[in-house]
């Protein structure tokens, strides 16, 4: 073929396809729990906070006596308060930016996202319990470090609640291979 052209192949799947849609997830975490989980954003103190040490770094070392030792050590303080400052800065751009996180109204807590990865082998196994909804036999079943089956879970830290969805790593893509699920 002259002049070449550009083909078509599998590798040129976008990158967004190649991710499990949480967004989607997360709608459908919304819609199907009657109001005891909603979309709200972390707060703000956190960061500010940070960013305000970065500021107050500098001007203590501005407080230090003459010196070669106490210019040394402010300069190092000015360089500690901007690398502080900076990263406040964009933990707080990242948290207003955010459309939000899984929020547990009754238990006043925002969701854990795990990402839990199975040999294709255990597919039925994990279905199964998916399935069930039963969070504990799905969480005794023993994780691997291959993608070709992961499940995408959501959940409180002592287990009280926790919504599931499991995708295959097909085509350079993830794909749902079961709905939204929520175990108890």
């Known amino acids: 073929m002259w002049p070449p052209q550009k083909m078509q192949t599998k590798a040129a799947v976008s990158p967004k396809n190649r991710e499990m849609n949480t967004k989607k997830f997360c709608e459908t975490l919304y819609a199907s729990c009657d109001g005891a989980v909603v979309r709200r954003r972390k707060s703000i103190l956190i960061p500010a906070l940070i960013i305000v040490v970065g500021i107050v770094l500098p001007l203590l070392g501005s407080l230090l006596g003459d010196g070669a030792v106490s ?17 406040g800065a964009v933990l707080l751009l990242g948290r207003l930016a955010g459309d939000g996180e899984p929020y547990h109204l009754e238990r006043k807590c925002f969701l ?11 597919r039925g196994k994990v279905l199964d319990a998916l399935g069930k909804g039963d969070y504990k036999a799905f969480m005794a079943l023993p994780t691997d470090d291959a993608s070709g089956l992961t499940v995408l879970v959501y959940d409180l830290p002592d287990g009280s609640f926790a919504a599931a969805q499991a995708f295959e790593y097909a085509e350079l893509e993830y794909r749902p291979i079961g709905s939204v699920m929520m175990l108890k």
């Open 71 to 87: 210019d040394t050590l402010h300069s190092a303080l000015v360089i500690a308060g901007i690398g502080i400052a900076l990263t």
């Open 112 to 122: 854990r996202r795990r990402t839990l990865s199975y040999d294709r082998n255990l």
